[in-house]
């Protein structure tokens, strides 16, 4: 049974809540501007992921990647999660450093489990408005 990604977002503040458990998603985007490049991104980002049908140990790892070259601008350490019930979904909130954003674009983030991508998100990067076409 594959993997399944119920959720990829990106926030600018997530954590959980020690009475309920629940996770508190702040401000989602899919959008940064920043006023000049080679630029790197003021402040952490939230990644807020949701998996489902997960059966035993598995690595996850998120990586950061220009859309445009597909070189990999940044990795996360990588984590343990362990499931053993496939309805259960299995929930966390990686607080990654600031992103280096070499160009305007397109950049993804990558989420990987034992080494195998099973979900993506884009991530659109602006320069100045008087800079886009």
């Known amino acids: 049974m594959d993997i399944k990604v119920q959720a990829l977002l990106l926030a600018d503040h997530i954590y959980r809540d020690h009475n309920t458990g629940k996770f508190v998603i702040a401000g989602t985007f899919h959008q940064l501007n920043v006023a000049t490049f080679p630029a790197t991104f003021g402040r952490s980002v939230g990644v807020f992921v949701s998996l489902s049908n997960v059966i035993g140990k598995k690595e996850i790892t998120l990586?950061?990647?220009?859309?445009?070259?597909?070189?990999?601008?940044?990795?996360?350490?990588?984590?343990?999660?362990?499931?053993?019930?496939?309805?259960?979904?299995?929930?966390?909130?990686?607080?990654?450093?600031p992103l280096p954003l070499p160009h305007a674009g397109m950049y993804w983030f990558q989420l990987k489990t034992n080494g195998i991508m099973v979900g993506s998100i884009q991530v659109f990067v602006y320069g100045p408005p008087e800079n886009r076409k």
């Open 63 to 97: 990586h950061f990647v220009d859309a445009a070259t597909h070189e990999v601008l940044l990795d996360t350490r990588a984590m343990e999660i362990f499931g053993n019930d496939p309805h259960l979904p299995i929930e966390f909130a990686v607080e990654v450093p």
